[in-house]
Nanobody
Framework: QVQLVESGGGLVQAGGSLRLSCTAS????????MGWYRQAPGKQRDLVALITSGGNTNYADSVKGRFTISRDNAKTTVFLQMNSLKPEDTAVYYCNFRSRTYSVSYWGQGTQVTVSS
């Protein structure tokens, strides 16, 4: 079993920055993809960014050029650097660790990001 613990959310003014972290504990040998998703009130959970074990990254169009996903060398922690934040980035952000085939998938508890205008 894998447990994910997130940190780094909070309240920031538009144009500001936040850095989210998500650290895994437990057996992660079958984890190939690490990602961040977000869910705003009344909306579905959407992909923000992901990074593969090979280092390939993918971003939602809405965050390209502003957000950067990265991971540590041990591949137990994934980061999301969020710059030039906008009010529309306000949401609960969830990290996800999964296998490439989705046979295993683990979620963090979520961390609130609020961007004021």
């Amino acid at each position: 079993q894998v447990q994910l613990v997130e940190s780094g959310g909070g309240l920031v003014q538009a144009g500001g920055s936040l850095r989210l972290s998500c650290t895994a504990s437990g057996s992660i040998f079958d984890i190939n993809v690490m990602g961040w998703y977000r869910q705003a009130p009344g909306k579905q959970r959407d992909l923000v960014a992901l990074i593969t074990s090979g280092g390939n990254t993918n971003y939602a169009d809405s965050v390209k050029g502003r957000f950067t996903i990265s991971r540590d060398n041990a591949k137990t922690t994934v980061f999301l650097q969020m710059n030039s934040l906008k009010p529309e980035d306000t949401a609960v952000y969830y990290c996800n660790f999964r296998s490439r085939t989705y046979s295993v998938s683990y979620w963090g508890q979520g961390t609130q990001v609020t961007v004021s205008s």
